[in-house]
């Protein structure tokens, strides 16, 4: 058997996308969104190996950090959550997922 856990947060924040095609051109413009995120870790025993509340903190201080997503997409910012990770949970199954409106969003799977 596999075991995870997995944390959710949500944020307010702003980002634009220069080169949209003009179809949905009103995405070269900053605007607003609520960025849902999802951060899954592998555990290796159920005995709160790791706490919800200390990863979602340590996830929190990640998005804290950054004033405006500017440019980046939900792929972009689910690797920069990756990075930020990886510091304080090596050597584990992750999978980050980032959504806009809790609507449309990008999924990363990947090893810390």
């Known amino acids: 058997m596999e075991s995870s856990i997995f944390v959710r947060l949500q944020q307010e924040n702003f980002h634009q996308w220069r080169q949209a095609p003009d179809e949905v051109a009103f995405l070269r413009n900053l605007h607003r969104h609520v960025f849902y995120f999802e951060i899954e870790l592998e555990v290796r025993h159920d005995d709160r190996e790791l706490e919800f509340f200390i990863v979602q903190r340590y996830l929190r201080i990640f998005t804290n950090k950054v004033v405006l997503w500017e440019g980046l997409s939900c792929e972009m910012v689910c690797k920069k ?19 806009e409106d809790n609507e449309n969003g990008a999924r990363i799977h990947g090893v810390l």
């Open 81 to 99: 959550v990756i990075e930020h990770l990886r510091y304080k949970f090596k050597d584990r199954r992750v999978c980050v997922t980032v959504s």
